[in-house]
């Protein structure tokens, strides 16, 4: 009966690396949503998964970002060559369906720092 | 561009009284919205939802108000108690188009004794 989990839970760095953080959603659920959030700042919309397949990546910010769903359970959300400004929380959330008003289930969220 | 808008970053109410949280969203396809509770190291949690053919929807002691032509949301909490106290986010979807929630910076309401 667990929620969503995130590993890490939290994750240091340096400029220029490159991060994994996973995610893994209620079991059951179609829908996989990343999101980031900065110091002061709501949830920014980076991804949303139905499936396997990425449904809108409007939200990621540039080519350094990737995501992906393989056998659309767990997701893993790609970071390359990181920039101190990618420094944020990383949310992912899941819901039944990914109609417009299922609810959407967060879980604790990946703190990046990048140094 | 901020489409939807907390103005409050804080709000302090004593136990037992009403507390009153405010949205604002530019984005007239915005058509379905919710408040989320957000406790520090954990990620943020549904709480109430409203879809803009009403205008009032009630849950317990949460109460959301929706004013299109204003385009104004607000979350009432009575009584609030101490447990309240943590961080709001009012969202929004635009249903139909993406199921993408779209926040506001949030309001952190702390209950006082």
């Known amino acids: 009966g667990a929620g969503v989990s995130q590993t890490p839970s939290n994750k240091v760095t340096e400029k220029g690396k490159y991060v994994e953080l996973r995610c893994d959603p209620i079991?059951?659920?179609?829908?996989l949503y990343w999101y980031r959030q900065s110091l002061g700042q709501g949830p920014e919309f980076l991804i949303y998964?139905?499936?396997?397949?990425?449904?809108?990546d409007s939200g990621l910010p540039n080519d350094r970002f990737f995501a992906v769903r393989p056998e659309g359970s767990v997701s893993t959300l790609k970071i390359q060559r990181t920039e101190r400004g990618d420094s944020a929380v990383y949310l992912c959330?899941?819901?039944?369906?990914?109609?417009?008003?299922?609810?959407?289930?967060f879980g604790p969220g990946t703190r990046l720092t990048v140094l | 561009d901020q489409q939807v808008k907390q103005n409050s970053p804080s709000l302090s109410v004593q136990e037992g009284r009403i507390s009153i949280l405010n949205c604002d969203y530019t984005n007239s396809m915005f058509d379905y919205f919710l408040w989320y509770k957000k406790y520090p190291a954990e990620g943020p949690t549904f709480l109430i939802s409203?879809?803009?053919?009403?205008d009032k929807n009630e849950d317990g002691r949460f109460t959301v108000f929706l004013n299109k032509s204003a385009k104004h949301l607000s979350l009432h909490i009575v009584p609030s108690q101490p447990g309240d106290s943590a961080v709001y986010f009012c969202a929004a979807i635009s249903t139909g188009t993406a199921s993408k929630l779209t926040f506001g910076t949030g309001t952190r309401l702390q209950v006082t004794l």
């Open positions: 998964f139905q499936g396997t397949g990425a449904a809108d």
């Open positions: 079991s059951g659920h179609t829908a």
């Open positions: 409203i879809s803009s053919i009403k």
């Open positions: 959330a899941s819901s039944l369906d990914g109609r417009d008003t299922d609810t959407q289930y």
